[in-house]
C-alpha cells in the first residue's frame, strides 16, 4: 500500500498566488521529499526534511512536516507557470532505501 | 556529469515478446532503483540494488521480470514474455547512501507500449 498520499489530486491557480499540497502518511519516518515531474520528463527532487525538523525552505518553496499528525505541506510562492507539474511526496524510513511515492498533485498554474 | 541515463525512451513491441530497459546510474551512486509509473498505480518501485546486489525486489510483479545489476555502471530491467498491461514508463532512479538516505536522482523514462 502507498505510504503517502497527497492532497488535493488537482491544484489550478493563477500565476502570482500560492499553491499548498499537502501529503499525509501511514507509518514512523525518517525523513521526507518533494519531488517535482514535468510532463513526459523524469522525476527531480526538490526538498528533503528530516523526522526531527519541523520546517525548511529553499528558494520559494516551504516545506513543514508535523510528525504528530503524520503530515507534510509543500508551499510553492509567487507561483509561475513553469511551476506547473506534478507533485510527490516520498517517505523513507530506517529501515531501507525502498521511498515510497504518493499519487501526486497535478498543480496548473495559468498565465 | 550526464545524470541517469535510460534507453530506450520509448518502446513499442508485441505481446509476447522479449523487452529490454537499460540504464546507467550516476557515476559513484550506490544504490539505483527501478520504478514504474502509470495512471491508475502510480509511481511503484519494483526492485533496488545496492552496490549491484539486490536488496529488495518485492515489487518485482511476477517471475517474468527480472533484473540484473553486472557492474556499478550498468542495470538492465527484462520482461518476457510482455503483456499489454506492462505497458507503463518505467524509471531508473540512483543515489548515493548517506544518513539519512539521500535523494534519488531520475532518469527520463522508458515508455513502453505492449500491444
Known amino acids: 500500500s502507498q505510504q503517502g498520499e497527497e492532497d488535493p489530486q488537482a491544484l489550478s491557480i493563477q500565476e502570482g498566488e500560492n499553491a499548498t499540497m499537502n501529503c499525509s502518511y501511514k507509518t514512523s519516518i525518517n525523513n521526507l521529499q518533494w519531488y517535482r515531474q514535468n510532463s513526459g520528463r523524469g522525476l527531480v527532487h526538490l526538498i528533503l526534511i528530516r523526522s526531527n525538523e519541523r520546517e525548511k525552505h529553499s528558494g520559494r518553496l516551504r516545506v513543514t512536516l508535523d510528525t504528530s499528525k503524520k503530515s507534510s505541506s509543500l508551499l510553492i510562492t509567487a507561483s509561475r507557470a513553469a511551476d506547473t507539474a506534478s507533485y510527490f511526496c516520498?517517505?523513507?524510513?530506517?529501515?531501507?532505501?525502498?521511498?515510497?511515492f504518493g499519487p501526486g498533485t497535478r498543480l496548473s498554474v495559468l498565465p | 556529469d550526464a545524470g541517469v541515463i535510460q534507453s530506450p525512451r520509448h518502446e513499442v513491441t508485441e505481446m509476447g515478446q522479449e523487452v529490454t530497459l537499460r540504464c546507467k546510474p550516476i557515476s559513484g551512486h550506490d544504490y539505483l532503483f527501478w520504478y514504474r509509473q502509470t495512471m491508475m498505480r502510480g509511481l511503484e518501485l519494483l526492485i533496488y540494488f545496492n552496490n549491484n546486489v539486490p536488496i529488495d525486489d518485492s515489487g518485482m510483479p511476477e517471475d517474468r521480470f527480472s533484473a540484473k545489476m553486472p557492474n556499478a555502471s550498468f542495470s538492465t530491467l527484462k520482461i518476457q514474455p510482455s503483456e499489454p498491461r506492462d505497458s507503463a514508463v518505467y524509471f531508473c532512479?540512483?543515489?548515493?547512501?548517506?544518513?539519512?538516505?539521500?535523494?534519488?536522482?531520475f532518469g527520463s523514462g522508458t515508455q513502453l507500449s505492449v500491444l
Open positions: 516520498a517517505t523513507g524510513t530506517d529501515y531501507g532505501q525502498n521511498f515510497v
Open positions: 532512479a540512483s543515489s548515493l547512501a548517506g544518513d539519512p538516505a539521500e535523494k534519488l536522482f
